[in-house]
């Protein structure tokens, strides 16, 4: 079953990317689930994807974002119910994900080999996925990562559980930078990312989003920042 097919058969049923039109759609994929797909995975690309995916200096890098192109450009195809090939799927001046001429919204994220993917039929979307070995690393650049009431509210939890917040933060507030559009023209100190409610976009950027975390244990940690009301979620593996 070549990559495309074995896509399609991975996802809960052939509706679950009709979700994307009522909501937010999130796909989430572990690299070494789909081993020996990225020649398959790099024909499906653009040629100003596969010369992102090149530029990557580690093999592992160059692996994981080439799948992460392909199967963002396969959920696509399955939302808009056109070829991968003739997604029109591009990049703004910041680097972030558009769709020409769709009122659909997306959003990207890859990290050591874990793949977050996000479709909203309207608003806003933004989604961050991050490995949860990597709490290890948040205490050192806390009050680069957190509003000034959000030091003080962590302040008082011991480690381990402290590097942990401090790792479902930075998710969140990526997802919501992601939302706004802005990269990282806002630093993360400046603004708050409760989770929950509706939140105004950082940067003074038009627009509101709700944050949602996904928190799958040893694995990873994800967030998606998008309108309230319809997510689906799922991990696509293939089934055999």
């Given at each position: ?202 940067g003074g950027i038009a627009g509101a989003a709700m944050l949602r975390v996904f928190d799958d244990g040893d694995r990873c940690l994800a967030a998606v920042a998008g309108l309230p009301g319809g997510i689906a979620s799922a991990w696509l593996s293939?089934?055999?």
């Amino acid at each position: 079953m070549d990559l495309q097919a074995a896509f399609i058969d991975a996802m809960p049923s052939p509706a679950w990317p009709l979700a994307a039109r009522r909501g937010i759609l999130v796909a989430f994929v572990a690299t070494d689930a789909w081993p020996a797909r990225v020649p398959e995975a790099m024909a499906l690309l653009s040629a100003e994807e596969r010369g992102r995916v090149q530029r990557k200096r580690r093999e592992h890098d160059r692996e994981t974002t080439a799948l992460a192109y392909a199967c963002h450009r396969l959920l696509l195809s399955q939302v808009l119910g056109c070829p991968p090939g003739e997604v029109p799927l591009g990049r703004d001046g910041l680097g972030c994900p558009t769709l020409h001429g769709e009122s659909i919204r997306t959003s990207l994220s890859h990290a050591d080999g874990l793949i977050a993917l996000a479709v909203a039929g309207s608003g806003p979307v933004g989604v961050d996925i991050e490995p949860a070995d990597r709490a290890a690393d948040m205490p050192e650049i806390a009050a680069r990562v957190c509003h000034p009431d959000e030091l003080d509210a962590l302040a008082g939890l011991p480690e381990p559980a402290r590097a942990r917040a401090l790792l479902s933060l930075w998710v969140r507030k990526e997802a919501l930078l992601k939302a706004a559009g802005i990269g990282m023209a806002v630093g993360m100190d400046a603004f708050r990312a409760p989770v929950g409610r509706m939140l105004a976009l950082p940067g003074g950027i038009a627009g509101a989003a709700m944050l949602r975390v996904f928190d799958d244990g040893d694995r990873c940690l994800a967030a998606v920042a998008g309108l309230p009301g319809g997510i689906a979620s799922a991990w696509l593996s293939p089934r055999s």
